[in-house]
């Protein structure tokens, strides 16, 4: 996907935000002004899908940008499901897309009856 | 930790902000928790940081903003900010996380300053990558300076989404087309209500310099339009409508919807509070006193557009009401010259709402924008569409939690905030009875998600 999507107005960009941050999305480092949301870095990034849906496995991205449709669930530092237009994007963050519904392995211990 | 306040304030946007600093100058011990970084709420999102220049873009409506935020952070009142309220009991406990913590907190008197949410515009392909609420977008362009690069089609009506378009041609990003769904009837039913609206003349003609800018830029604008679908296989292509009897198909990326905002409803319904549906805005609206009492509760209140949609400056003037009603029941000496304290603000509200009816006739969405054709999807977390609920009230299914039994319906992760009025009302238009007799989810805590380890943080034992 080479389009351009998203950028940042003009009018801010000459203005100093909290510096830059670099976080990590699927593997690759990526960068974006500080003090913004997860979801709007992704957005400036070109990250268009966030997620696939656990039902159908379409892929989602963030509609309401307010914590209000859960449609920009992410992993974040290992935790999942975290609403990403709600959360500050931070350095050094690890990132990742949610992939359809989670399956847990069942692990039979030694002393399980 | 388990903390006590005199007030809790849920919310630091237009309403709850100016009840705080009301609230924390008559020395009572206020307690903000807010679920941003920042103060202002969505109208007035990040206005204590904005640049000068993002301000520009985002006009004086905005930058009004900034005097309420100051008063507020100048005062007393406690900014609990990044706090998320997952649980209100009817008692004024409340249960929110903080940093992966969760903290336990009770109050003698609670506002709920909660505001408003865009309403669902369930149209075909709205679930595709590349779809988001014009709201949505304005909420990137406040809070992170984010525009879009490309040029994006702008569909569906109500105040916003001009606003919106008028923003973004001041921040010069391309718009490929507007696309107003407002039906040219509404129009004149509502020509009573704007004479009434007289004294609102500045707003009319605010808005009417709006859409003179976008038909300035020479931006295709379509009035009237019908049947928008949004194309693509894993993300928008184009916009498909039909104009005056004709189909159109405009190819775009990127594509903004907006049909008005509604009251977010989550805490009083969580509340079991008694709510009545509105015909003139179409959705919920908790039943309250002039002064935002929450009916048959004590010490609960509702300030702002959680009261229904009455805008920014309403919602300043609910929030001053509240905290007249809070201040009388903290402080019973006062009780005496609450009427004569609150008669100045409420004739500000009258004012303030004074365009409420001419807006509200000329927007109401179109019947077929708030009740989609069968194959639409209505409930996007667990992709039920709008004919599996007509398929369930053929089966003899009365109401939401039925529906929601049957088919997961509006029990994924935004547990039914993106379906929940469209379910009643495809209920309701089915059995052909009122809104108010099919009702509404049952919503139950935790309102967001979380974990075991955030829930075992608690370190109150009835927890």
């Known amino acids: ?113 | 930790m388990s903390v006590q306040a005199d007030v809790a304030i849920i919310g630091a946007g237009p309403a709850g902000m100016i009840a705080a600093t009301r609230l924390a100058a008559r020395n009572h011990n206020v307690v903000v928790l807010d679920e941003q970084a920042q103060a202002g709420g969505q109208i007035w999102r990040n206005i204590t940081r904005t640049s000068t220049g993002l301000a520009g873009i985002l006009g004086p409506d905005y930058a009004a903003g900034a005097t309420v935020a100051q008063q507020f952070m100048a005062s007393s009142a406690q900014h609990i900010h990044g706090a998320t309220v997952w649980n209100l009991t009817r008692d004024r406990q409340l249960h929110y996380l903080q940093n992966g913590q969760t903290h336990v907190l009770s109050a003698r008197a609670v506002i709920l300053a909660t505001g408003a949410m865009e309403r669902p515009f369930p149209v075909p392909g709205w679930t595709l990558p590349g779809v988001m609420g014009a709201g949505a977008a304005q909420v990137l362009l406040k809070g992170a300076g984010t525009v879009p690069a490309t040029p994006v089609v702008v569909a569906g009506c109500g105040p916003l989404l001009y606003l919106l378009c008028w923003q973004y041609l001041r921040a010069g990003v391309p718009i490929a087309a507007v696309l107003d769904t407002s039906a040219g009837t509404h129009i004149f039913a509502a020509a009573p209500a704007l004479l009434k609206g007289w004294t609102a003349f500045k707003d009319i003609r605010k808005g009417l310099s709006m859409i003179q800018a976008i038909r300035r830029h020479n931006i295709p604008f379509y009035r009237g339009v019908q049947h928008v679908q949004v194309l693509g296989d894993t993300r928008v292509s184009a916009v498909e409508f039909e104009h005056r009897g004709k189909t159109h198909r405009i190819a775009s990326d990127l594509v903004l919807l907006h049909q008005g905002v509604v009251p977010n409803t989550q805490f009083t319904w969580l509340l079991r509070a008694d709510h009545a549906w509105s015909d003139a805005q179409a959705c919920w609206i908790p039943r309250t006193d002039p002064w935002g009492r929450l009916k048959d509760m004590e010490g609960i209140y509702l300030a702002g557009d959680g009261q229904g949609i009455a805008g920014a400056q309403a919602a300043v003037t609910r929030g001053e009401l509240a905290a007249l009603a809070v201040h009388s029941q903290l402080d019973p000496q006062h009780a005496s010259s609450l009427d004569t304290e609150s008669a100045p603000f409420m004739a500000q509200l009258k004012q303030d709402m004074a365009l409420r009816p001419f807006l509200d006739a000329a927007y109401l969405p179109r019947r077929e924008n708030r009740i989609p054709q069968d194959s639409t999807i209505v409930c996007r977390c667990e992709e039920v569409t709008a004919g599996q609920i007509r398929d369930f009230v053929r089966q003899g299914c009365m109401g939401p939690n039925q529906a929601k039994s049957f088919s997961r319906c509006g029990m994924g992760p935004c547990q039914g905030r993106m379906c929940g009025l469209t379910v009643t009302e495809v209920i309701a238009d089915q059995l052909n009875i009122k809104q108010d007799a099919v009702g509404y989810y049952r919503i139950r805590a935790p309102l967001k998600p979380v974990t075991l380890a955030e829930l075992a943080s608690a370190t109150d034992p009835d927890l």
């Open chain 1, 1 to 113: 996907m080479n389009t351009i999507l998203f950028k940042t107005v003009q009018a801010d960009a000459n203005t100093a935000r909290s510096g830059t941050v670099s976080f990590e999305f699927e593997g690759r480092i990526l960068t974006a002004p500080g003090g913004i949301s997860v979801a709007a870095a992704l957005m400036q990034n070109q990250v268009l899908q966030f997620r696939d849906s656990p039902v159908s496995g379409q892929p989602r991205a963030p509609y309401c940008q307010m914590g209000i449709c859960f449609e920009c669930l992410v992993q974040i530092n290992g935790v999942q499901n975290r609403q990403a237009c709600m959360i500050t994007v931070e350095e050094g963050m690890k990132i990742r897309m949610q992939h359809g519904q989670t399956t847990f392995a069942i692990v039979q211990t030694e002393d399980a009856e």
